[in-house]
């Protein structure tokens, strides 16, 4: 049996107390909006409101242990209130009018199971939302109560298997963070005081490719790089774009081994280590490639050095602000960079291989467990339904 959500949930919208009047904010209340979506569940707000702000408003507060959905922005998200707290017009709270005929943890599965067509509902030119029809209009599967609740629990474990391993990966970040520091000090001040050279005496820097529409006639179309494939310590793959590169464009934008792709423009010196992730790949115009002087820098470290730099503020004062910050390459090569002694960066190399390795092993398990997640979140909101009324 399908009912659809409007019969099921009273739907209860919210508000923004005046800006302009102080009485209104800074009170006991926490006030959600769009930018709270961090997780499934909403335990602390940005912004706080006055019971003043509440009454002359139209904000709402919503009792704990409620569903709350975006309809403008963040379309698809959903998120579990933790404690009492008011909304924005931005955000719908999910009355469920009958807990005997459904329940919220089974209601919260199905709305993240059709997060992507949520998301796919929504209409603007700049800013996308849907409207309440779009809610009301979702037809949801409703086994027997006790079914809902053996679906809900089985995903739950699904997920918190999912959770672990992202925290795995989270702590295991930390702990090579912290090992850096205390094998090299910080590389702003360094206090361990290293030898100093110019990153443009130990490493080979070169800029990608810049793109032009003559680069796009398809003529020897290869795989590049840009900023958005860069990640701290990673790469995404997954939308790679082509251009063409020439006999000697290939030998002079080539990527090798342990080079390592620094972003010059947007987050500057964010960076990563290639390692031959695929093959016949390039880069462009807005990433450097580095390749460390191997009798005297690992490529490890130089990665851990620039992320160092970008965090603690290393970085600022090589930043051109011409219409957004940028990494010359003259500024890039006179970096000044600690030199500790190499055997000492090869010990920290073995350290973050092994990192690697077990963040591989993770990624691979979260992956594969999204997977699984999804895969028995939609049988268990369409087949495994369907199979159940036609044993009933």
């Known amino acids: 049996m399908k009912k659809q959500l409007g019969e099921l949930v009273e739907i209860v919208g919210g508000g923004t107390p005046s800006k302009d009047n102080p009485e209104f904010w800074g009170g006991t209340i926490p006030w959600a909006s769009v930018k709270d979506f ?18 002359k408003s139209a904000t709402n507060v919503i009792p704990a242990g409620n569903i709350i959905v975006p309809t ?7 998120a579990v209130n933790k404690v009492d707290m008011a909304i924005n017009q931005d955000l719908k709270a999910l009355i469920v009018k009958d807990e005997s005929e459904l329940s919220k943890p089974y209601l ?32 949801i599967p409703l086994p027997p109560l006790t079914e809902q609740k053996r679906i809900a629990a089985t995903l739950d474990k699904a997920d918190a298997i999912r959770r672990k391993r992202q925290q795995a990966i989270q702590l295991a970040d930390e702990f090579l963070r912290a090992v850096f520091l205390h094998m090299f000090g910080d590389p702003v001040t360094n206090p361990k005081g290293w030898e100093v050279k110019r990153l443009g005496e130990v490493v080979e820097s070169q800029l990608g490719k810049m793109l032009s529409q003559k680069a796009k006639e398809g003529r020897s179309p290869k795989k590049y790089l840009r900023n958005a494939n860069v990640r701290w310590r990673s790469f995404d793959l997954n939308d790679l774009l082509e251009m063409d590169f020439n006999t000697d464009e290939v030998k002079k934008f080539n990527l090798k081994n342990g080079d390592l792709l620094v972003c010059e423009g947007g987050e500057v010196g964010r960076c990563a280590i290639w390692r031959d992730n695929i093959n016949d790949c390039y880069f462009q115009k807005a990433l450097h490639r580095i390749r460390p002087n191997s009798k005297v820098l690992t490529s490890e470290y130089v990665q851990e050095y620039f992320f160092w730099m970008a965090r603690l503020g290393g970085l600022s004062d090589s930043v051109s602000e011409v219409t957004f910050s940028h990494l010359t390459a003259e500024k890039l090569k006179s970096l000044k960079i600690p030199m500790p002694p190499l055997d000492r960066q090869l010990k920290f190399s073995y350290i973050y291989q092994k990192y690697e390795r077990l963040c591989e092993r993770n990624f691979t398990s979260i992956s594969m467990g999204s997977d699984s997640f999804e895969s028995i979140s939609q049988k268990a909101f369409s087949h495994a339904l369907d199979d159940w009324d036609q044993s009933h």
């Open 72 to 78: 403008r922005m963040a379309l698809g998200k959903v």
């Open 108 to 139: 919260l599965r199905f709305l993240e199971s059709k997060s992507e067509f949520i998301g796919k509902q929504g209409k603007g030119a700049t800013v996308k939302g849907i409207t309440l029809d779009v809610l009301r209009g979702l037809e």
């Open 38 to 55: 961090k997780s499934s569940e909403l335990h602390t707000t940005a912004d706080y409101i006055t019971d003043v702000g509440v009454k």
